[in-house]
């Protein structure tokens, strides 16, 4: 769950620097970098990454059980 919403959390924000339209200017392609970044220098504190690791605690809370192992099976004979 945390590799999930961290890929959604940095991909998600870069969408617009994606620079796809053929109407997109050098400045607006810079001003958008900029942005990204100063947006990510924010986003690197310690209680930051405290609150979303929270967030993604009590997202995952009650969506599955305990890991189990899966059953015991022996090989084949004909594989022995």
Known sequence: MFGFKLGYLL???TEQLSLQG???TLQEAITTANLDKNH???RRTETEFNKFYESCISFSEGTSGEPVL???RRAPGRLI
């Open 11 to 13: 991909f998600g924000d």
């Open 22 to 24: 053929k109407d997109t």
């Open 70 to 72: 899966p059953r015991y």
């Open 40 to 42: 990510y220098r924010r």
